[in-house]
């Protein structure tokens, strides 16, 4: 040993002496070929040169030399190698190839030269040491003294050369393994050093400068060395060897933890989906052949048993980055649904990664049975190989969820995941997203227990029950479908016989997925959104009577389904003396008189057979007289005990009503209360519950379009009233709400010159067309215009607006002909008229303040800020239809300074029910498309603090719940506020633009300013998004 040890030095002293020599003929040379000399007596020492492919570019003198230099043999090449790599010569030479040959002589090189005695100390030497040498290089500037740009540029091209054209990462594991090279090294000191290459390699990617090969950026580069590590696992024996016979004697552990490492910082540097996709596919190219040659009988032996398995058992052990452990399992999850692997593919693939360290790794445990199915959000199907492999332990049969042995660990699941799920924080704070995967993964588990395992856990039913409850109660229709479907599964297990089905849907198999995509935040129209979801409260469940049907278990199967209603095809009986109307004749379809002779005939012959005997007391019902007058609608409607009455006076109501009688201002209170107190449910035929509900909102509807002051005075004092339920107060805003919008699009007749009048003597800010659309006028015939979806960015800060304009007439010579009669005058009247609308302004104050008044204070049986969180979000939707309804007129003005102080109540704007911060956004935005521009530019201009502040609080809250708020449908609705808010600040920017114009253009000498002197200017302020542009008021 002594002898070796003595040789080795000898060896380096020398490799030294000729280094040295080397780098000062390097130093002092005059030409070119000096260099080539010099480098080519340290190269035909380390590696098998062929002298001849070099020496046809060189002078006669040198070429001599060359050919003159002592070959030394294979065995004492090897050591001269080892000697070189190993100790101070290669990282001393390495400096002046890769600066001083770099900087001022490697373009001279001829290309067989540069390959044979430059490259070659790079591409064919220890991999290990040379990565060392080369990555540094990469960070030098130009104030280092030499050529920086061509340096760099050099060590790049060395790096696409060593490490990924000539496999240097395969050799650079082939090294780390062999005994031979780092035999001086303790295992704590190997694994140094294995980190120290592995954090190198991950960088060179963030080192490489702009233009350097596309090779070297993140993804092409961790894919090819991906590729280089994976080889490993094609290895039988896990050897891997060389023509210079490097093996792995050390532990195969020691070569697996370099590449866990590498894994590790890749997934760290983002780029987990870059090493799963080209890992994924070659583990389940190992399954499958597995598989395949198993046959029918598959066990775990199969596969452990395996030698190409060693690789896979044992890499993720190699992984010690919990973060990366968790990256890599989630993007195998996903690689393997996009690749449509079977449910047996994916057992077995999860297995052989994390099999072994599943029962002896609380955090792979952990990750599985809490993270993935508490946390994440993944497609159905990886939800459903997470509970196989993680939950019920066992390989699937038929590609089907399959229960083994471990039950305590599926009921200890179950109990974890419906604790959560049944709290009432969870479905306030929690995305729907996350929700609709709880509830499946809690689905999904309970389809495989028994009656016996759910009831040895007191805690698990009665938190099903308080988490079907709790979901009853809720306004969003997915919410409640969550909890019909546990409801479902749960009946199921305690009576398979009797399912209990809480909605029409009664199907056995169970969509899990709720018909729900996840997708990227987008844009979503906001109205239509929120009035979607609103309208989802109008058939809210009572949660008592369906959790006591829960503990049902009788033979018959609980339904809860809706019936249809009777048809009118159904068998009627034939009245003989039945009186006719005769003006109900003219109601008959022309096709009646045109019926066919046979049919005819028919009806003729069977003539007697279709008289049936009746009751005469069935009379009395036909001889009643109709309802003509209101103070009839309003005594029937009091008598409960004569439902029939009630269905007459329903059905005339409307009608009543809309004639407008002279009666109708002194009993339209009267007949309001006794609209809304009625009880339909109670007095309506089974399953014609909706029907008559129906007829009651249109008659309220009717009473406030024909009767608004005299109505409204009634329908609010009973808004609040503590002898209304919630259901009626629902129904109460749900009439406010139709009626406003009715108003609104109602029509009257109005003279051209009356209009023009009285727009020229209110404001400009009284425009019947929103702020934001083109101008009305063009042609006659003209249609309205219309908003033009632009693709690009889902945010754009201008519309397109287009319509359809009539083509020019051909010219008409008017002749000399005389106009007589009444035609021509009423011809003229007609062009001097036109239609005007929207009655709502008028009433607008009426509609939303008495609502606005008191809403926030509890009182018997009122709660809008706790639990009738429901009627808040009805009363912020209704308040913001009024604010629509009334755009662009004084009266939105005067209405938004209330209205802003109302949403920025902390209690509402930051409610923890995301139905109700729905609500708010979808006020905000009606607030903002109902203030003329105009309008805030005055606010601004004349220290209108209240709605300069608020509409600056608009626009910050809207941010802010785009960036903390956890509901996805609040996160669309407030992008589409912030693009309202930028639309109106655009617009507003530009008024006050025009102002100053006109002021400086109508008095350019005295200097007169139309905005007052003593304006604070912090209040003048506002922002325009695309630039962030702020135009301050001077």
């Not at 040498?133 to 060593?162: H, I, M, W």
């Not at 400068?209 to 961790?222: E, I, T």
């Not at 479902?488 to 305690?494: E, G, M, Q, Y």
């Not at 802010?960 to 669309?972: G, H, L, N, P």
């Amino acid at each position: 040993m002594e002898s070796d040890g003595t040789r080795e030095k000898e060896i380096e002293t020398r490799l030294l002496d000729e280094v040295g020599g080397v780098i000062s003929t390097i130093k002092s040379a005059k030409h070119v070929d000096e260099v080539i000399c010099a480098l080519h007596s340290v190269a035909v020492l380390l590696f098998p040169t062929d002298s001849s492919l070099i020496v046809g570019s060189l002078d006669e003198l040198h070429r001599a030399q060359v050919r003159s230099a002592k070959i030394p043999a294979a065995n004492e090449r090897k050591k001269w190698r080892r000697a070189f790599y190993r100790g101070a010569g290669f990282p001393t030479l390495a400096l002046v190839l890769l600066i001083d040959v770099a900087s001022n002589w490697l373009p001279c090189f001829p290309f067989s030269a540069r390959q044979h005695v430059y490259d070659v100390f790079f591409v064919h030497g220890l991999a290990v040491e040379v990565i060392q040498s080369l990555v540094p290089c990469l960070q030098y500037s130009l104030n280092d003294g030499f050529d920086a740009k061509a340096v760099k540029s050099n060590t790049e091209r060395l790096l696409v050369l060593s490490l990924l054209e000539n496999g240097g990462m395969l050799r650079m594991v082939k090294e780390l393994g062999s005994s031979e090279l780092y035999e001086d090294l303790t295992h704590a000191q190997l694994i140094s050093v294995m980190s120290r290459l592995a954090q190198i390699v991950a960088s060179i990617p963030d080192k490489a400068s702009q233009r350097a090969s596309s090779s070297l950026s993140s993804h092409l580069f961790f894919k090819q060395i991906t590729s280089q590590l994976l080889s490993v696992s094609r290895d039988r024996t896990e050897t891997i060897s060389d023509q210079e016979s490097i093996f792995y004697k050390h532990d195969v552990d020691t070569t697996l933890l370099f590449i866990g490492d590498i894994f590790s910082r890749i997934c760290r540097r983002g780029s987990s989906d870059v090493l799963l996709a080209e890992l994924v596919p070659e583990l389940l190219r190992h399954v499958q052949n597995i598989l395949s040659s198993s046959g029918d009988s598959v066990s775990v032996d199969n596969f452990e048993s395996d030698p190409g398995s060693q690789f896979w058992l044992n890499i993720m052990e190699a992984v010690k980055d919990s973060y990366s452990i968790e990256r890599i399992s989630e993007q195998i999850l996903l690689q393997l649904a996009s690749r449509l692997a079977s449910d047996t593919e994916t057992y077995w693939s999860l297995h052989l990664l994390f099999g072994k360290n599943f029962e002896k790794s609380p955090s792979i445990r952990s990750m599985f049975v809490d993270k993935f199915l508490l946390w994440k959000v993944l497609p159905l199907c990886c939800l459903r190989w997470i509970l196989q492999f993680a939950v019920l332990q066992c390989p699937p049969i038929a590609n089907q969820l399959t229960k083994g042995h471990a039950t305590e660990i599926l009921l200890d699941t179950v109990q974890r995941l419906v604790s959560v799920w049944a709290s009432q924080d969870f479905i306030q704070s929690t995305p729907t997203e996350q929700q609709v995967y709880v509830t499946a993964a809690i689905g999904l588990c309970m389809e495989k227990m028994s009656k016996e395992e759910l009831d040895s856990s007191k805690v698990l039913m009665h938190a099903i029950l308080q988490g079907v409850s709790c979901r009853l109660e809720n306004p969003g229709h997915l919410v409640r479908k969550m909890a019909s479907n546990i409801a479902l599964v749960f009946s199921k297990v305690i009576d398979p016989k009797n399912p209990l089905y809480l909605d029409d849907n009664c199907v056995e198999a169970i969509d899990w997925e709720f018909g729900f995509t996840i997708h990227g935040k987008g844009t979503l129209s906001t109205s239509t959104f929120i009035e979607k979801h609103i309208d989802d409260t109008k058939s809210l469940t009572s949660s008592e009577s369906i959790i006591d049907s829960c503990h049902q278990t009788n033979d018959q199967p609980n339904k809860i389904t809706r019936r249809h209603s009777r048809r009118a095809s159904q068998f009627k009986m034939i009245d003989p003396d039945e009186i006719i109307d005769p003006s109900m004749l003219n109601l008959e379809s022309a096709s009646d008189k045109d019926e066919d002779d046979a049919s005819s005939e028919t009806s003729e012959s069977s003539g007697d057979s279709s008289l049936q005997p009746y009751d005469l007391a069935d009379d009395d019902t036909d001889l009643k007289q109709k309802i003509t007058q209101l103070v009839d609608i309003v005594g029937a409607l009091r008598k409960s005990n004569d439902p029939d009455g009630v269905d007459a006076a329903l059905d005339a109501a409307e009608k009543l009503v809309r004639a407008s009688p002279d009666e109708l201002k002194h009993i339209a209170g009267e007949l309001v209360r006794t609209l809304v107190q009625v009880r339909c449910s109670d007095l309506a035929v089974e399953g014609e519950e909706e029907s008559i509900e129906e007829k009651r909102q249109r008659a309220l509807v009717a009473l406030l379009v024909t009767s608004p002051f005299e109505s409204l005075d009634s329908i609010n004092k009973l808004l609040y009233s503590p002898h209304v339920d919630t259901s009626q107060r629902i129904m109460i805003l749900d009439v406010m709400t139709e009626a406003a919008q009715e108003l609104a699009s109602s029509k009257t007749l109005k003279s051209r010159q009356q209009q023009t009048v009285s727009r020229a003597l209110i404001s400009t800010i009284s425009e019947t067309q929103p702020w934001f659309l083109p101008s009305s006028k063009g042609p006659p015939g003209s249609t309205l215009w219309k908003e033009v979806s632009e693709t690009g960015t889902p945010l754009n800060y201008s519309h397109r607006y287009e319509r359809e304009v009539p083509s020019r007439p051909s010219p008409i010579i008017k002749g000399k002909t005389r106009r007589w009669g009444n035609h021509y005058a009423n011809i003229k009247n007609t062009q001097a008229e036109e239609w005007t609308g929207n009655k709502f302004p008028v009433y607008a104050a009426a509609f939303m303040l008495p609502a606005m008044q008191g809403f926030d204070k509890k009182r018997q049986g009122v709660d809008l800020l706790g639990r009738d969180f429901i009627v808040l979000g009805k009363l912020l939707h209704m308040l913001g239809v009024c604010m629509r309804c009334a755009s662009l007129h004084p009266e939105a003005s005067a209405l938004a300074s209330p209205f802003l102080d109302m949403l920025r109540m902390r209690e509402i704007c930051r409610h923890k029910e995301a139905y109700v911060r729905r609500a708010v956004l979808f006020a905000a935005s009606c607030l903002l498309v109902s203030l003329h521009p105009s309008f805030v530019a005055s606010c601004l201009t004349e220290g209108n603090v209240e709605v300069a502040k608020g509409l600056e609080w608009i626009r910050t809250w809207a941010l802010e719940v785009t960036e903390s708020d956890t509901d996805r449908e609040c996160y669309i609705m407030a992008m589409s506020c912030l693009q309202l808010h930028a639309e109106m600040a655009l617009q507003a920017s530009r008024v006050l633009e025009s102002t100053e114009n006109n002021a400086s253009s109508s008095h350019p000498k005295v200097g007169v300013s139309l905005l007052p002197s003593n304006l604070n200017l912090g209040l003048g302020t506002i922002k325009v998004p695309p630039s962030n542009l702020r135009y301050s008021i001077m």
